[in-house]
T-cell receptor, first 116, second 111 residues
Framework: GAVVSQHPSRVICKSGTSVKIECRSL??????MFWYRQFPKQSLMLMAT?????????EQGVEKDKFLINHASLTLSTLTVTSAHPEDSSFYIC????????????FGPGTRLTVT | EDKVVQSPLSLVVHEGDTVTLNCSYE??????LLWYKQEKKAPTFLFML????IEKKSGRLSSILDKKELFSILNITATQTGDSAVYLC???????????FGQGTELSVKP
């Protein structure tokens, strides 16, 4: 099946710093990538949708200047959490979708962000 | 507002039991319903359902969709401790692939 990787898997940073998370589709070209956030004991909440070569579409309530998304190629999307604060600590998960693999979304393993 | 509701929210069973997880939805433009299993990490794909009444099966897991009554069930027979996880139901509302997730059902299988 389609494989999506994320890097890093776990990151701890200090308040006020920025963190970049990478999401890669390893064996298929992802026309669309999605970024989710999941707090403990809660379900996945979509943050934004990114299409290769165009600006990301953010969900209501998600600050686009704080969560910068770049989808520079068909296999790579990045999420940068700028000026991170403790309340940004969460599990960030990306998913990738390609029409070539049947429209299912395949999820990366997730990145655990802890802001101290 | 589009929404997906799962029930029960949590369930404890013993090995060998059969469980049925429920997912109901209200969306304006249904495309497909997906089931995922999540164990500590990111969700892993189980099934995608698009047509009513056609059961999808994978080993001890099976799922079916009722588009008239707007729900789906996920069955797990002869449960094992390795089935313990959160099971997520999501609906694709045909908006560029966006998924709307339910709250999840936390299944715990005791030996």
């Amino acid at each position: 099946g389609a494989v999506v990787s994320q890097h890093p898997s776990r990151v701890i940073c200090k308040s006020g710093t920025s963190v970049k998370i990478e999401c890669r589709s390893l064996d298929f070209q992802a026309t669309t990538m999605f970024w989710y956030r999941q707090f403990p004991k809660q379900s996945l909440m979509l943050m934004a949708t990114s299409n290769e070569g165009s600006k990301a579409t953010y969900e209501q309530g998600v600050e686009k200047d704080k969560f910068l998304i770049n989808h520079a190629s068909l296999t790579l999307s990045t999420l940068t959490v700028t000026s991170a604060h403790p309340e940004d600590s969460s599990f960030y998960i990306c998913s990738a979708r390609s029409e070539g693999v049947g429209y299912e979304q395949y999820f990366g393993p997730g990145t655990r962000l802890t802001v101290t | 507002e589009d929404k997906v509701v799962q029930s029960p929210l949590s369930l404890v069973v013993h090995e060998g039991d059969t469980v049925t997880l429920n997912c109901s939805y209200e969306v304006t433009n249904f495309r497909s319903l997906l089931w995922y299993k999540q164990e500590k990490k990111a969700p892993t794909f189980l099934f995608m359902l698009t047509s009513s009444g056609i059961e999808k099966k994978s080993g001890r897991l099976s799922s079916i969709l009722d588009k008239k009554e707007l729900f789906s069930i996920l069955n797990i027979t002869a449960t094992q401790t390795g089935d313990s996880a959160v099971y997520l139901c999501a609906v694709d509302n045909n908006q560029g692939g966006k998924l709307i997730f339910g709250q999840g059902t936390e299944l715990s299988v005791k030996p």
